[in-house]
Nanobody, 126 residues
Framework: QVQLVESGGGLVQAGGSLRLSCTAS????????MGWFRQAPGKEREFVAV????????YYADSVKGRFTISRDNGKNTVYLQMNSLKPEDTAVYYC???????????????????WGQGTQVTVSS
């Protein structure tokens, strides 16, 4: 059972930056592709980014491409989401998710993932 704990959310002005972290309890963290999703009030959970288990490849939603960067440190069992040039429409609860994977990594649907964190709130003021 993989346990995921997110941190780093908060309130920031438009144009600002935040870095989210997600730490996993699993010793075989490097066996999992890791994704970030977000969910705004009244909306469905939305894909943000995913990173291959080795960290060598990433994939982003068009809405965040060029502004957000996903990375991971397998030695620390942690995945990060660096968010720059934040916009009010980025306001949401952000979740990290884990999927045990082989060579594939482009998992952009919530039901692809078997493990989820509790979420961290990101609020961007205009």
């Amino acid at each position: 059972q993989v346990q995921l704990v997110e941190s780093g959310g908060g309130l920031v002005q438009a144009g600002g930056s935040l870095r989210l972290s997600c730490t996993a309890s699993e010793r075989t963290f490097s066996s999992y592709a890791m994704g970030w999703f977000r969910q705004a009030p009244g909306k469905e959970r939305e894909f943000v980014a995913v990173i291959r288990r080795s960290g060598t490849s990433t994939y982003y939603a068009d809405s965040v491409k060029g502004r957000f960067t996903i990375s991971r440190d397998n030695g620390k069992n942690t995945v990060y989401l660096q968010m720059n040039s934040l916009k009010p429409e980025d306001t949401a609860v952000y979740y990290c998710a884990a999927k045990i994977s082989g060579t594939s990594y482009v998992y952009s649907r919530p039901y692809d993932y078997g493990y989820w964190g509790q979420g961290t709130q990101v609020t961007v003021s205009s």
